[in-house]
């Protein structure tokens, strides 16, 4: 027996789809506006994951120009069929629903097949039935007419892949499992024992979120709702506990024929989530024809024990050197490819990023190239050279939540042209500087060390520290009060604050680790 700790993928990996093929499972997740999209990820315990590639590495299966912070990728799902894995989700930004297709899951992966105003809505999955037909299932609005805020329902078509289109008639089979239910969404469909279950989120990505599951004897229904919906909610814990928001499940049987959930779920500290929506673990049992969750708990626990043994990889790296001719895979972007914005041949060894008249509080694609935050406390550093050319040039670090919540340190000049360092805050789109110093030029290291909803911001130059602020306030970067559906990452930056530049700042390696 193996003991899992939750979650099974730290920060903002939210919408978990899995598929297991043999010994071998295979999990995916939502990346919204950033770039690449869809990180795809390996595992033969449960417990230990390597990212291996991501689905949408090419902007022209990616376009996400002008897109929100937390719109583009929603919801994938992963399934494997026939020696041909596939991946189906929904850019809300534009094209709507697709599918791609892979022989090996680390890639590459093929342009997208989209399926136009024929499949409405958003996060669409496959099944493969035993005859080896293929079905859409999604969510969408109510065709006859959205009454309410949340009025959507899940649909079921028949999709043809040779020819890339949906066939035959679009059936609604359920619309979730409480009487006026908002937000049926992140439906799956299973065949087991002669029935096939339908899996869904419902109530909302928030406090009331919920798993509910319906079965039939046949694909179009009718589908009968378990009797002991919800299969799995914390809405009923009070606001205080420290696992919430859980729902948006998916279910894999492992080669012993042993079911396992694995669904998104938040952890707030103090009332505030930095991390956003993370993946988590569940065992699965099937009682009287319907799964129950963690049978004799039924919520999430901080450990679970399952019935595999431990498969390791080498650890995660913690200090990011920049010698390869690609960025490692744990790193994004916003909106666009990191070729359109820095070099990694420059200037051998180092990243350059180029100062364009993209920022941060813009909805575009500013010179930024960073990774999730994963702990509640953690520290992430740059070797950092730069001198800005001209005032409103700057380079360093940041930590984002979206383009209208974000806190940048910051090296700049100022009107008498010394090097100076800015810490500012963005937030509800307002920036403010909340602390400034004049340092001595040259190349430096910034560093950022969180424990939990406050940072001190350190500027080190020649074995030398200082302390640049202390017990700065990070809750506006939160879910409660940002919104949205993304967590924080941090990460290095450059802009020119909407000048044209010619000049770069250059990073000879990043650090991140939890402490």
Same mark, same amino acid.
């Given at each position: 027996?193996?003991?899992?700790?939750?979650?099974?993928?730290?920060?903002?990996?939210?919408?978990?789809?899995?598929?297991?093929?043999?010994?071998?499972?295979?999990?995916?997740?939502?990346?919204?506006?950033?770039?690449?999209?869809?990180?795809?990820?390996?595992?033969?315990?449960?417990?230990?994951?390597?990212?291996?590639?991501?689905?949408?590495?090419?902007?022209?299966?990616?376009?996400?120009?002008?897109?929100?912070?937390?719109?583009?990728?929603?919801?994938?799902?992963?399934?494997?069929?026939?020696?041909?894995?596939?991946?189906?989700?929904? /850019?809300?930004?534009?094209?709507?629903?697709?599918? #791609?297709?892979?022989?090996?899951?680390?890639?590459?992966?093929?342009?997208?097949?989209?399926?136009?105003?024929?499949?409405?809505?958003?996060?669409?999955?496959?099944?493969?039935?035993?005859?080896?037909?293929?079905?859409?299932?999604?969510?969408?609005?109510?065709?006859?007419?959205?009454?309410?805020?949340?009025?959507?329902?899940?649909?079921?078509?028949?999709?043809?892949?040779?020819?890339?289109?949906?066939?035959?008639?679009?059936?609604?089979?359920?619309?979730?499992?409480?009487?006026?239910?908002?937000?049926?969404?992140?439906?799956?469909?299973?065949?087991?024992?002669?029935?096939?279950?339908?899996?869904?989120?419902?109530?909302?990505?928030?406090?009331?979120?919920? #798993?509910?599951?319906?079965?039939?004897?046949?694909?179009?229904?009718?589908?009968?709702?378990?009797?002991?919906?919800?299969?799995?909610?914390?809405?009923?814990?009070?606001?205080?506990?420290?696992?919430?928001?859980?729902?948006?499940?998916?279910?894999?049987?492992?080669?012993?024929?042993?079911?396992?959930?694995?669904?998104?779920?938040?952890?707030?500290?103090?009332?505030?989530?930095?991390?956003?929506?993370?993946?988590?673990?569940?065992?699965?049992?099937?009682?009287?024809?319907?799964?129950?969750?963690?049978?004799?708990?039924?919520?999430?626990?901080?450990?679970?024990?399952?019935?595999?043994?431990?498969?390791?990889?080498?650890?995660?790296?913690? #200090?990011?050197?920049?010698?390869?001719?690609?960025?490692?895979?744990?790193?994004?972007?916003?909106? /666009?490819?990191?070729?359109?914005?820095?070099?990694?041949?420059?200037?051998?060894?180092?990243?350059?990023?180029?100062?364009?008249?993209?920022?941060?509080?813009?909805?575009?694609?500013?010179?930024?190239?960073?990774?999730?935050?994963?702990?509640?406390?953690?520290?992430?550093?740059?070797?950092?050279?730069?001198?800005?050319?001209?005032?409103?040039?700057?380079?360093?670090?940041?930590?984002?939540?979206?383009?209208?919540?974000?806190?940048?340190?910051?090296?700049?000049?100022?009107?008498?042209?010394?090097?100076?360092?800015?810490?500012?805050?963005?937030?509800?789109?307002?920036?403010?500087?909340?602390?400034?110093?004049?340092?001595?030029?040259?190349?430096?290291?910034?560093?950022?060390?969180?424990?939990?909803?406050?940072?001190?911001?350190?500027?080190?130059?020649?074995? #030398?520290?200082?302390?640049?602020?202390?017990?700065?306030?990070?809750?506006?970067?939160?879910?409660?009060?940002?919104?949205?559906?993304?967590?924080?990452?941090?990460?290095?930056?450059?802009?020119?604050?909407?000048?044209?530049?010619?000049?770069?700042?250059?990073?000879?390696?990043?650090?991140?680790?939890?402490?």
């Amino acid at each position: 027996m193996l003991t899992v700790n939750n979650p099974i993928l730290n920060g903002f990996y939210p919408d978990p789809s899995i598929c297991a093929v043999g010994k071998d499972f295979y999990l995916v997740t939502s990346t919204f506006a950033y770039f690449p999209g869809i990180p795809v990820f390996h595992s033969r315990d449960l417990k230990n994951w390597k990212q291996i590639g991501h689905v949408l590495d090419r902007t022209s299966q990616l376009p996400l120009a002008g897109c929100g912070h937390s719109q583009g990728i929603y919801a994938p799902t992963i399934r494997y069929y026939d020696g041909t894995f596939y991946v189906i989700t929904t /850019n809300v930004s534009g094209g709507g629903n697709f599918y #791609v297709t892979a022989e090996d899951p680390a890639g590459p992966w093929s342009d997208p097949v989209w399926l136009g105003d024929d499949a409405p809505g958003i996060d669409p999955s496959l099944f493969f039935d035993e005859d080896g037909a293929c079905y859409y299932v999604g969510t969408r609005p109510n065709p006859d007419g959205v009454r309410y805020n949340g009025d959507w329902e899940i649909w079921v078509q028949r999709l043809d892949l040779e020819q890339g289109c949906l066939t035959g008639e679009s059936v609604k089979i359920w619309k979730g499992a409480m009487n006026g239910v908002i937000w049926p969404e992140g439906p799956h469909l299973y065949r087991k024992d002669g029935y096939y279950y339908l899996m869904i989120a419902e109530g909302g990505t928030g406090p009331d979120h919920s #798993v509910t599951v319906a079965r039939s004897r046949e694909i179009f229904g009718p589908y009968e709702g378990n009797p002991d919906n919800p299969i799995l909610t914390h809405r009923h814990l009070g606001k205080n506990y420290p696992v919430t928001y859980v729902g948006h499940g998916d279910l894999a049987e492992d080669a012993a024929g042993n079911w396992y959930m694995v669904m998104l779920a938040s952890r707030p500290q103090q009332g505030y989530t930095m991390m956003g929506r993370e993946t988590f673990l569940a065992r699965v049992v099937w009682e009287d024809g319907w799964p129950v969750v963690n049978p004799g708990i039924g919520k999430l626990e901080e450990q679970v024990t399952i019935p595999l043994e431990e498969s390791r990889f080498e650890p995660a790296d913690t #200090v990011f050197h920049f010698w390869r001719d690609r960025l490692p895979m744990e790193f994004v972007t916003l909106r /666009n490819s990191a070729e359109e914005m820095c070099s990694l041949a420059e200037r051998q060894g180092w990243l350059r990023l180029r100062l364009r008249r993209e920022t941060l509080r813009d909805a575009a694609d500013p010179s930024y190239v960073g990774v999730r935050q994963r702990h509640f406390c953690w520290q992430a550093a740059a070797l950092l050279d730069f001198t800005a050319q001209q005032e409103e040039e700057a380079a360093g670090l940041a930590l984002v939540q979206s383009d209208r919540y974000n806190l940048r340190f910051e090296k700049v000049r100022n009107e008498r042209g010394t090097a100076c360092i800015h810490i500012r805050r963005c937030e509800d789109g307002v920036d403010q500087k909340i602390a400034a110093a004049e340092v001595p030029d040259g190349v430096c290291v910034l560093r950022i060390v969180c424990r939990g909803l406050e940072a001190d911001l350190y500027f080190e130059q020649n074995g #030398v520290k200082h302390c640049m602020a202390q017990g700065v306030d990070l809750r506006p970067l939160s879910t409660e009060i940002a919104g949205g559906f993304t967590g924080c990452t941090v990460g290095m930056y450059a802009s020119a604050e909407g000048a044209d530049s010619s000049s770069f700042a250059d990073f000879g390696w990043f650090s991140y680790e939890g402490l």
